[in-house]
C-alpha cells in the first residue's frame, strides 16, 4: 500500500448530484494535492494544501469545492458536473512542498464518471 | 506546449529484452526531475528523483540518466519483465516554489 488511501476508487454520478471524494495519508506528511489525469494527458494540478492552508488553486471550476480539515485528511466535493470532468482523480502527499526534493506519494485514484 | 515531452508514446517489447524511454524538457530554472511509474488502475508511484548535480541513479532494473545541459532524461530498463508494463511519467519541478511540470507518459507493454 502506498500509505495514501482514496475513497471510492469508482464513482457514477448525474451532472445534478453532488458527491465528495475522499483522501487520508497515513505518512505524517504536511502537503497534501488533488490531481486530475485524464487520458493520454499530463496530471492536472487541482489544489494543494500545506498545513491544512490552500496554497494553491490552478484556475480549478468553483464546481470542484476542497476541504482540508487536518493534516491528514482531504476531500474535494462535487456538484454539478459536466461530462467532461470524468477523469481519474488522484489524490498525493509529501513531506514538504514539492519545492523540497521529497516525493510525491499518490492514492489510487477516483475513477469519475460523470453522466 | 507542454514543457515536458515523453517518447515514444507507447512501445511493446519482449520479456527479458531492454529498452530506453526518453523526457526532454524545457522547463527553467530546473530544480530536479523524478521519473514514476503508474501501473494499470494505479496511482504513480516514484522510481527515481534528481537534482541537478546527478546524471544517473539506478533503482533496481530502473536507470534513470540526467543532461542538465540538453535538458533531456532517459530511463533505462534492464532485462524486463511482465510487471514493468505500465505508463512511466517523466516529472520536472521548474522554479524555486517546486511547481511540477508532468508529461503525457510512454506506454510500455512487455509481452511473454
Known amino acids: 500500500e502506498t500509505g495514501v488511501t482514496q475513497t471510492p476508487r469508482h464513482l457514477v454520478m448525474g451532472m445534478t448530484n453532488k458527491k465528495s471524494l475522499k483522501c487520508e495519508q497515513h505518512l505524517g506528511h504536511n502537503a497534501m494535492y488533488w490531481y486530475k489525469q485524464s487520458a493520454k494527458k499530463p496530471l492536472e494540478l487541482m489544489f494543494v494544501y500545506n498545513f491544512k492552508e490552500q496554497t494553491e488553486n490552478n484556475s480549478v471550476p468553483s464546481r470542484f469545492s476542497p476541504e482540508c480539515p487536518n493534516s491528514s485528511h482531504l476531500f474535494l466535493h462535487l456538484h454539478t458536473l459536466q461530462p467532461e470532468d470524468s477523469a481519474l482523480y488522484l489524490c498525493?502527499?509529501?513531506?514538504?512542498?514539492?519545492?523540497?526534493?521529497?516525493?510525491?506519494?499518490f492514492g489510487n485514484g477516483t475513477r469519475l464518471t460523470v453522466t | 506546449k507542454n514543457q515536458v515531452e515523453q517518447s515514444p508514446q507507447s512501445l511493446i517489447i519482449l520479456e527479458g529484452k531492454n529498452c530506453t524511454l526518453q523526457c526532454n524538457y524545457t522547463v527553467s530554472p530546473f530544480s530536479n526531475l523524478r521519473w514514476y511509474k503508474q501501473d494499470t488502475g494505479r496511482g504513480p508511484v516514484s522510481l527515481t528523483i534528481?537534482?541537478?548535480?546527478?546524471n544517473t541513479k539506478s533503482n533496481g532494473r530502473y536507470t534513470a540518466t540526467l543532461d542538465a545541459d540538453t535538458k533531456q532524461s532517459s530511463l533505462h530498463i534492464t532485462a524486463s519483465q511482465l510487471s514493468d508494463s505500465a505508463s512511466y511519467i517523466c516529472v520536472v519541478s521548474s522554479d524555486s516554489w517546486g511547481k511540477l511540470q508532468f508529461g503525457a507518459g510512454t506506454q510500455v507493454v512487455v509481452t511473454p
Open positions: 498525493a502527499s509529501s513531506q514538504d512542498g514539492t519545492a523540497s526534493n521529497s516525493p510525491l506519494h
Open positions: 534528481m537534482t541537478f548535480s546527478e
